[in-house]
């Protein structure tokens, strides 16, 4: 790891408490807790970076330094997992620009989408998949995700050839809408899907009912959109002081609360918050270490949420 010392205690105390681990834990990269993809075994640290909206930007240099520091060092702490979309604005082709300017695409699982509004067909799925490439100067796709369902069945056959053909490490499909939860969990039963990508969070359980457990029992890795509501569960906390026994779980924050709810969820793989700010990716990461709450801790934690 490149990170120096000098850097990480710019970071803050997080980053820096980083320095005083011992070592790589069991089942622990650059420090993060990792869970696998069960049909490829790929290891994902649980905590990754949505790039829906703060990554859609014009080309000045001011507007993307930033982020290209959050996102090397999201790569130098141990961070891999990146979300992004075609239908982002210019959110992917940021993201490329960024990953083929500081060249650590192999030190990153990249996660994007045929997202098609209004398009349908074959053609329309290869010309995103091949755009998509070709912003992160790459002629493999970590994981494909049909966005929102659109056009499923023509693009689920292509992104199946597409993987068996070695293009595509694995395949998938998202929503962020309870109402299309009924044709995503038909969807989650066809053939040779590796991951599902599902809006969860601790004010919006919907998806614990059905959809997290059919994918502990279909064996599919799941993505966790939305994990802050967009921004909600911070809203409703306010300023208010973290309960004591959150420091029983390493939780330091209000961020650290919500995704650790989240990603203690034994369904759930990785957890992808939007993040554009240094000071949130290193809050974010830290969810990504220490303890976990149990399923009674979760409940207390959801009880007290809920009691604000
Ligand atoms: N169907 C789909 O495929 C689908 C749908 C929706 C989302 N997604 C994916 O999921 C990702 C996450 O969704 P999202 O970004 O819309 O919502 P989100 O992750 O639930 O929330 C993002 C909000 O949380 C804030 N935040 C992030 N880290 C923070 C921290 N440590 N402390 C305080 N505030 C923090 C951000 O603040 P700032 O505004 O200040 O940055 C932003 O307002 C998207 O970027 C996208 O990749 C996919």
């Known amino acids: 790891m490149a990170t120096t010392r000098r850097e990480l205690l710019r970071l803050g105390a997080g980053a820096a408490a980083l320095l005083a681990m011992p070592g790589r834990l069991p089942g622990q990269e650059g420090g993060l807790i990792t869970r696998a993809i069960p049909n490829t075994g790929h290891e994902l640290p649980i905590v990754g970076i949505g790039t829906a909206r703060r990554y859609d930007v014009g080309p000045e240099a001011a507007d993307r330094a930033p982020l290209r520091e959050v996102l090397a060092t999201f790569a130098r702490l141990g961070g891999s997992v990146i979300d992004t979309a075609p239908s982002y604005g210019a959110a992917e082709q940021v993201c490329g620009d960024i990953v083929r300017e500081l060249g650590n695409r192999d030190r990153l699982f990249i996660a994007t989408k045929i997202s098609l509004r209004g398009l349908s067909g074959r053609d329309a799925g290869i010309a995103q998949m091949q755009q998509s490439m070709t912003r992160f100067g790459t002629e493999h796709i970590d994981l494909m995700q049909i966005h929102s369902l659109n056009d499923w069945q023509t693009q689920l056959e292509l992104i199946r050839e597409w993987k068996?053909?070695?293009?595509?490490?694995?395949?998938?499909?998202?929503?962020?809408?309870?109402?299309?939860?009924?044709?995503?969990?038909?969807?989650?039963?066809?053939?040779?899907?590796?991951?599902?990508?599902?809006?969860?969070?601790?004010?919006?359980?919907?998806?614990?009912?059905?959809?997290?457990?059919?994918?502990?029992?279909?064996?599919?890795?799941?993505?966790?959109?939305?994990?802050?509501?967009?921004?909600?569960?911070?809203?409703?906390?306010?300023?208010?002081?973290?309960?004591?026994?959150?420091?029983?779980?390493?939780?330091?924050?209000?961020?650290?609360?919500?995704?650790?709810?989240?990603?203690?969820?034994?369904?759930?793989?990785?957890?992808?918050?939007?993040?554009?700010?240094?000071?949130?990716?290193?809050?974010?990461?830290?969810?990504?270490?220490?303890?976990?709450?149990?399923?009674?801790?979760?409940?207390?934690?959801?009880?007290?949420?809920?009691?604000?």
Do not use: C
């Not at 614990?208 to 809203?235: D, H, M, Q, Y």
């Not at 309960?243 to 990785?270: C, M, N, R």
């Open 164 to 308: 068996e053909e070695g293009r595509l490490g694995s395949i998938g499909i998202t929503t962020s809408f309870d109402r299309q939860y009924a044709d995503f969990e038909n969807v989650m039963r066809e053939d040779g899907i590796d991951a599902i990508q599902v809006d969860y969070a601790i004010d919006n359980r919907g998806a614990e009912e059905r959809i997290l457990p059919l994918a502990a029992e279909r064996r599919l890795a799941v993505l966790v959109n939305l994990p802050f509501s967009r921004g909600r569960t911070f809203e409703r906390a306010g300023s208010r002081a973290l309960p004591d026994w959150a420091a029983d779980y390493g939780i330091e924050s209000w961020a650290q609360y919500f995704l650790k709810w989240v990603v203690s969820h034994p369904a759930v793989t990785v957890a992808i918050p939007g993040t554009a700010r240094l000071d949130y990716l290193i809050d974010n990461l830290a969810a990504a270490r220490g303890a976990m709450p149990d399923e009674a801790a979760r409940q207390r934690m959801l009880s007290y949420f809920e009691s604000l």
